[in-house]
């Protein structure tokens, strides 16, 4: 079973290698598809320098925003299952084989990884707190962490989801549209550290997410 590593970035200079660098090092089948999001702090001539079999590199020419990197990587993608991998080593991709354990042994289709948000901001906390509690009241969910960023699941589901969000709010629409589908989420829990220095999620970004799930509340697969 071969993985999927969608990696959107932009401006992650200091820390786009190292996070590449760990995403290989994980011992399993796996692609990474890497989609710079129109940088302008030198990540462009960085990600250009990490050639390899295992690395697709896709270049926006203007910024287009999460949603629409997560977007382009899916459409590039090649493997059996799909993970979103963020840039800023908040999360640990030596999680990825737990997380498709599942997968590969028919138990689950999407399973998503839980965080501690003890090391988030108060403020920061709460917003995520409050999106997993309306997305379980709008869409009848039992979610713990809607806005975990590893959401992996089989590639051919994350196709069907038509993804439209553009930013931060994909987040909001991908667990919209699974429940909407009647997926059932698998949640393992995973390691998960904040970090703030050239964050680009802030507290503004609650709202773009709270009318997306609102706006797919309705929606139904074709």
Not at 99 to 111: D, F, H, T
């Amino acid at each position: 079973m071969k993985l999927s590593i969608l990696m959107p970035v932009f401006n992650e200079a200091p820390t786009i290698a190292a996070i590449v660098e760990r995403v290989r090092a994980v011992p399993l089948d796996k692609e990474i598809v890497l989609v710079n999001d129109a940088s302008s702090d030198g990540t462009h001539s960085i990600v250009e320098d990490l050639t390899g079999p295992d690395i697709k590199v896709i270049h926006h020419p203007i910024n287009r925003g999460k949603g629409a990197a997560i977007r382009t990587g899916l459409e590039a993608a090649t493997g059996d299952v799909v993970v979103i991998q963020d840039a800023d080593l908040e999360y640990d991709p030596n999680d990825f084989p737990r997380l498709v354990a599942p997968i590969a042994e028919g138990k689950a289709n999407v399973v998503y990884g839980v965080r501690s948000l003890d090391t988030q901001r108060t403020i920061m906390r709460f917003g995520n707190n409050f999106l997993t509690f309306v997305t379980n009241v709008t869409y009848g969910g039992h979610l713990k962490d809607m806005e975990t960023c590893y959401k992996m699941m089989r590639r051919e589901i994350a196709l069907s989801l038509d993804l439209e969000c553009r930013r931060f709010d994909v987040e909001a629409e991908i667990s919209a549209k699974l429940l909407r589908a009647g997926h059932k989420i698998y949640e393992l829990p995973i390691s998960y550290t904040a970090r703030y220095e050239n964050k680009k999620l802030s507290p503004s970004d609650g709202l773009p997410a709270i009318r997306a799930l609102w706006k797919y509340r309705s929606w139904k697969p074709k």
